[in-house]
């Protein structure tokens, strides 16, 4: 099945620790987003990437990073620096970075605090 | 400032019937795109509907429609027929240019919709 694959679908991260949630795709679509969603909040953009091995800063980067090694792939790090991550994050793609087509997003991933 | 403003923080409607989700956004850009996603209590984000800045029709998909009043910097959502599976979050959404030619999605903060059987 052609999709966005989030995972895990539950995150607990200790103090101090880094984890990193995983995001693939099986769509060939060249552009790949992170949004960060509160509760009551709107969507807020971490990182994209518009092709392999580039990436950009979105609103809110502090305390994350990403990697773009693969096509397919767009993992981030939630790093010990956020020192607010508990979220749900989404993954999303476009076809084309500066096109018109809607964004796909995958199921999401709960990050929590132990 | 770029801007979507969803006034709705909840909404009721009776299965079967029509409701109207209100969104408005604010840009100085003339090229922009308006967007309407849904999202259950699961967390998906299901894309519903696209608007153009220059579209001259209003957009339709099935039983979602978009009510586009340019003038007045309005895309609000019309969703035919409720169902209860239309239970669900919505957000409005618009691209607009970012820096060094990029397009981002500026997000409203959702409408809660609740269908009554």
């Known amino acids: 099945d052609g999709g966005i694959t989030q995972s895990p679908k539950y995150l607990f991260r200790k103090e101090g620790q880094n984890v990193t949630l995983s995001c693939e795709q099986n769509?060939?679509?060249?552009?790949m987003y992170w949004y960060r969603q509160d509760p009551g909040q709107g969507l807020r953009l971490i990182y994209y990437?518009?092709?392999?091995?580039?990436?950009q800063k979105g609103d809110i980067a502090e305390g994350y990073s990403v990697s773009r090694e693969k096509k397919e792939s767009f993992p981030l790090t939630v790093t010990s620096a956020q020192k607010n991550p508990t979220a749900f994050y989404l993954c999303?793609?476009?076809?084309?970075?500066?096109?018109?087509?809607?964004?796909?997003f995958g199921d999401g991933t709960r990050l929590s605090i132990l | 400032a770029q801007k979507i403003t969803q006034t709705q923080p909840g909404m009721f409607v009776q299965e079967k019937e029509a409701v109207t989700l209100d969104c408005t956004y604010d840009t100085s850009d003339p090229s922009y795109g308006l967007f309407w996603y849904k999202q259950p209590s699961s967390g998906e984000m299901i894309f519903l509907i696209y608007?153009?800045?220059?579209d001259q029709q209003n957009a339709t998909e099935g039983r979602y429609s978009l009510n586009f009043q340019k003038a007045r910097k309005s895309a609000n959502l019309v969703i035919s027929a409720s169902q209860l599976g239309d239970s669900a979050m919505y957000f409005c959404?618009?691209?607009?240019?970012?820096?060094?030619?990029?397009?981002?999605?500026?997000w409203g903060l959702g409408t809660s919709l609740a269908v009554n059987p």
């Open positions: 990437s518009q092709i392999v091995n580039d990436f």
């Open positions: 769509l060939n679509h060249d552009a």
């Open positions: 999303a793609t476009q076809l084309e970075p500066r096109g018109n087509q809607p964004q796909h």
């Open positions: 608007q153009g800045s220059y």
């Open positions: 959404a618009m691209r607009v240019p970012n820096a060094g030619n990029n397009r981002k999605l500026i």
